[in-house]
């Protein structure tokens, strides 16, 4: 993965005003994106990656099977949080699986999620490698029942983020805490 050039773009600055830190996290986020997202996509490899460091991860992969549940049984946390953010509280964002080919789903973040009862919208926060309709900053509506993750971040701790957890632990050591560094968060 290219990651060069990260840590003078995420550093804080005291001095910064409030719309260039909105930026950075909002920047931050769309690494957090670009850098981790999974797809599913039957017969890629697990260490396949596509020209934009998409992470292609089998269907059948049992870590990210189960960390799709969880996010899945855990959403009311998230609707909650997001509904009446705690202090200190910043980067919400949803992973939603769009269909595309026979069977497959690429799963992309989406910022700024709005539910109703069934489903969920939010703007695309990376270019789409195989879903070629959605583009990136597109504001879309898709079924809440396809979402597959959701994530925040309080005080720097990332809250969720359940299937990029999978991924950051599929990392040698140095290079998860070089990872978690450069996005600017932690894990408890």
């Given at each position: 993965?290219?990651?060069?050039?990260?840590?003078?773009?995420?550093?804080?600055?005291?001095?910064?005003?409030?719309?260039?830190?909105?930026?950075?996290?909002?920047?931050?986020?769309?690494?957090?994106?670009?850098?981790?997202?999974a797809?599913?996509?039957?017969?890629?490899?697990?260490?396949?990656?596509?020209?934009?460091?998409?992470?292609?991860?089998?269907?059948?992969?049992?870590?990210?099977?189960?960390?799709?549940?969880?996010?899945?049984?855990?959403?009311?946390?998230f609707?909650?949080?997001?509904?009446?953010?705690?202090?200190?509280t910043?980067?919400y964002?949803?992973?939603?699986?769009?269909?595309y080919?026979?069977?497959?789903?690429?799963?992309?973040?989406?910022?700024?999620?709005?539910?109703?009862?069934?489903?969920?919208?939010?703007?695309?926060m990376?270019?789409?490698?195989?879903?070629?309709?959605?583009?990136?900053?597109?504001?879309?509506?898709?079924?809440?029942?396809d979402?597959?993750?959701?994530?925040?971040?309080?005080?720097g701790?990332?809250?969720?983020?359940?299937?990029?957890?999978?991924?950051?632990?599929?990392?040698?050591?140095e290079?998860?805490?070089k990872?978690?560094?450069?996005?600017?968060?932690?894990?408890?």
């Amino acid at each position: 993965m290219r990651r060069s050039g990260l840590r003078g773009l995420l550093a804080c600055g005291s001095s910064r005003n409030t719309r260039t830190m909105m930026m950075r996290h909002e920047l931050t986020l769309l690494l957090v994106c670009v850098l981790l997202s999974a797809c599913a996509r039957k017969g890629e490899a697990d260490s396949e990656k596509s020209k934009d460091e998409v992470v292609y991860v089998k269907s059948e992969d049992p870590g990210m099977a189960a960390a799709i549940a969880k996010a899945r049984d855990t959403l009311g946390t998230f609707k909650t949080a997001l509904a009446a953010p705690p202090p200190h509280t910043e980067r919400y964002a949803v992973k939603v699986g769009f269909p595309y080919g026979k069977d497959n789903r690429e799963h992309i973040w989406m910022r700024e999620p709005k539910f109703t009862e069934a489903t969920v919208s939010g703007k695309i926060m990376n270019e789409p490698v195989d879903v070629p309709d959605l583009k990136f900053g597109q504001d879309v509506t898709a079924p809440a029942a396809d979402i597959s993750d959701w994530m925040y971040v309080e005080n720097g701790v990332l809250r969720g983020g359940y299937t990029m957890r999978v991924l950051l632990d599929k990392m040698a050591p140095e290079e998860k805490q070089k990872m978690l560094g450069e996005l600017g968060v932690r894990l408890e």
